[in-house]
């Protein structure tokens, strides 16, 4: 399964709602635009990657519903991004102030707001150097925190506003830091 990057750019530049229209033309084809334009057309996970996505999600699940400070959204949402692209992290978290700001019209149609968290699980089918440049791109749209995690490799690259990423190799543990206060991932779920 294959990723597949066009650049229609030099032929039509796609306004947000042709975006949107070509989206709810093709619901069985998960599609994003970077912030140069390019259309992506992604495909779906595998069974492992699936299943480590959804353990994945139960955590912030389960510590969204303790800490009732903002609001989790699936690999299915797509973002506006500030920077022009349409993006769709595997699992982002926006704080409750920022999402409840927006009209209910932009909460129903790709939301005009980075998320302040960014997860990104890289399947044997990503690129790593096009999730970098998609964790590039979060950080440029303004978001706070990202992970992009590896598990083939057992490395999590962090990424923080104004920052160079880190890489940690083989973690038993990651911390959300300020961002997710009192989150605390134990990657066995992961590996």
Known sequence: MLTYTIDL????????????????????????????????????TGGE?????????????????RSKLGYLFDSSTGFKLPNGGNRSPDLSWIRRDCWEALSPGDRETFPPIAPDFVLELKSPSDNLNDLRDKMAEYQDAGFKLGWLIDRQAQTVEIYRQGQEPEQRDRPTTIDGETILPGFELDLSIIW
């Not at 796609?14 to 709810?24: I, K, P, S, Y």
């Not at 699936?50 to 999600?57: A, D, I, K, P, T």
């Open 9 to 44: 750019t030099p032929f039509i530049q796609l306004n947000d709602r042709q975006f949107a229209q070509l989206c709810d033309n093709h619901p069985d084809i998960k599609f994003e635009r970077n912030r140069r334009g390019e259309l992506i057309i992604m495909p779906p």
């Open 49 to 65: 990657t699936g299943n480590r996505n959804v353990e994945l999600s139960a955590e912030f699940v389960l510590w969204n519903r």
